[in-house]
């Protein structure tokens, strides 16, 4: 059964420092997502992209955040200078056209040192 | 904005009992998510309706959408069964909203 994969598990980083986390949708799936949820709250979502550009994006995905489909098959979001409190889950999801259903990949956990 | 409520937050209970979350948002949706998340985080879709009643195996969705007002049941309740239950709102544009979830724990 095909699913959604994302890359790392998990990613230890350094205040300041840039990281992508990286995720392969279904292949033929057409809109893609990015949510978070820190440790103990709701997840929430971040960014939905369709058609090689963002669509809607939240309050959070403010100018540290951006995201990429830099060829047929991965969806990467960039965070530019973590911040401690961008610790969190990071989960991407995906769904084609026509259909509410989206799949969601394992998550990254993100730490921010 | 839509806000989604569910409950109870956490809910134990012994093994073989019938379980009953309950999901309830402000604006209309046009579809409604539920979702299992394991210790380890990981998000498995359940089920998704736009109205009426799903049912997979021991699980069973209903809906009703003049209420907005959404049931997660479980039957015959077995420690796999322990997870944290979200519950999600689609309205219209495809994000997702999400409720906080409910923390269900099945003692043998």
């Known amino acids: 059964e095909p699913e959604v994969t994302q890359t790392p598990s998990h990613q230890v980083t350094q205040m300041g420092q840039e990281v992508i986390l990286r995720c392969v949708p279904i292949?033929?799936?057409?809109?893609f997502y990015w949510y978070r949820q820190i440790l103990g709250q709701k997840v929430e979502f971040l960014v939905s992209?369709?058609?090689?550009?963002?669509?809607?994006k939240s309050e959070i995905f403010d100018d540290q955040f951006s995201v990429e489909r830099p060829d047929g098959s991965n969806f990467t979001l960039k965070i530019r200078s973590t911040k401690l409190e961008d610790s969190a889950m990071y989960f991407c999801?995906?769904?084609?056209?026509?259909?509410?259903?989206?799949?969601f990949g394992p998550g990254t956990r993100l730490t921010v040192l | 904005k839509n806000e989604v409520e569910q409950s109870p937050q956490n809910l134990t209970a012994q093994e073989g009992e019938f379980i009953t979350i309950n999901c309830s948002y402000s604006v209309g949706i046009s579809a409604l998510h539920w979702l299992q998340q394991h210790p380890g985080g990981g998000i498995v879709s359940l089920f998704m309706?736009?109205?009426g009643k799903k049912k997979h195996g021991r699980l069973i969705a209903t809906i009703n959408i003049q209420e907005k007002h959404s049931s997660l049941h479980i039957t015959a309740s077995h420690p796999r069964d322990s997870a944290v239950y979200i519950c999600?709102?689609?309205?219209?544009?495809?994000?997702?909203?999400f409720g906080q979830g409910t923390r269900l724990t099945i003692n043998p």
């Open positions: 992209f369709y058609n090689n550009e963002i669509s809607e």
């Open positions: 999600a709102v689609c309205q219209g544009a495809q994000k997702l909203v």
């Open positions: 999801a995906s769904n084609f056209r026509g259909s509410n259903e989206q799949f």
């Open positions: 292949s033929n799936h057409l809109y």
């Open positions: 309706l736009s109205s």
